[in-house]
């Protein structure tokens, strides 16, 4: 069982916008600890796509946005492309384990 | 740039050992902290193990304290994972990641290698 909670799966038609959630506690994003989310591809390994809440890496779309408040956070996906179904993870620290923790992880699918 | 490749991966019984290898290039890997991760086949990423840029400290996921080791040569820009003990659970594709920071309260990973199996089967 994961310590962030994300739904299984989220679904969206080419050009729609699609939003996943990630819901930690009061020792990991309401704590204060920033969140993160990665894109894995099918048989690929994860990429980083959001850092430090709302931050994107260079080259990452701005297609892909992140948000926070209190002990949530939101991946949002806009303007949806086929290349955009992979599974998606968020990310932070929990400070009661002293350890990374991650979503169960979302699976996107592009109908 | 930035690139982990993995190695040692495979299949061991249950009780046995395993070294995991990620060569480290393209940035001063001296400076760095570095991580496993792994993934288990269809499930999710959970965090193994850091280390600290000079291997001064370690830290691990309760359920691998005792059985595995990190450890790093900034002389060969190489992370290791010793895995002792192992157990039918710890299956999985072991990845090494890059430890970032970007504040007091921000501790991700920013660049990952592609991944080994290692798979616990008798």
């Known amino acids: 069982q994961s310590v962030l909670t994300q739904p299984p799966s989220v679904s969206g038609a080419p050009g729609q916008r699609v939003t996943i959630s990630c819901t930690g506690s009061?020792?990991?994003?309401?704590?204060?600890?920033?969140v993160q989310w990665y894109q894995q591809l099918p048989g690929t390994a994860p990429k980083l796509l959001i850092y430090?809440?709302?931050n994107r890496p260079s080259g990452v779309p701005d297609r892909f946005s992140g948000s926070n408040s209190g002990t949530s956070a939101s991946l949002a996906i806009t303007g949806l492309q086929a290349e955009d179904e992979a599974d998606y993870y968020c990310?932070?620290?929990?400070?009661?384990?002293?350890?990374?923790?991650f979503g169960g992880g979302t699976k996107l699918t592009v109908l | 740039q930035v690139q982990l490749v993995e190695s040692g991966g495979g299949v061991v019984q249950p009780g046995g050992s395993l070294r995991l290898s990620c060569a480290a290039s393209g940035f001063t890997f001296s400076s760095n902290g570095m991580h496993w991760v792994r993934q288990a086949p269809g499930k999710g990423l959970e965090w193994v193990a850091f280390i600290h840029y000079d291997g001064s400290n370690q830290y691990y996921r309760d359920s691998v304290k005792g059985r595995f080791t990190i450890s790093r040569d900034n002389s060969k820009n190489t992370l290791y994972l010793q895995m002792n003990s192992l157990r039918t659970e710890d299956t999985a594709v072991y990845y090494c990641?890059?430890?970032?920071?970007?504040?007091?309260?921000?501790?991700?990973?920013?660049?990952w290698g592609q991944g080994t199996l290692v798979a616990v089967s008798s």
């Open positions: 990641a890059k430890d970032k920071r970007c504040g007091g309260d921000c501790y991700f990973f920013d660049y």
């Open positions: 990310q932070s620290y929990d400070s009661s384990l002293s350890d990374w923790v």
């Open positions: 430090g809440n709302s």
């Open positions: 009061s020792s990991d994003i309401g704590a204060g600890y920033d």
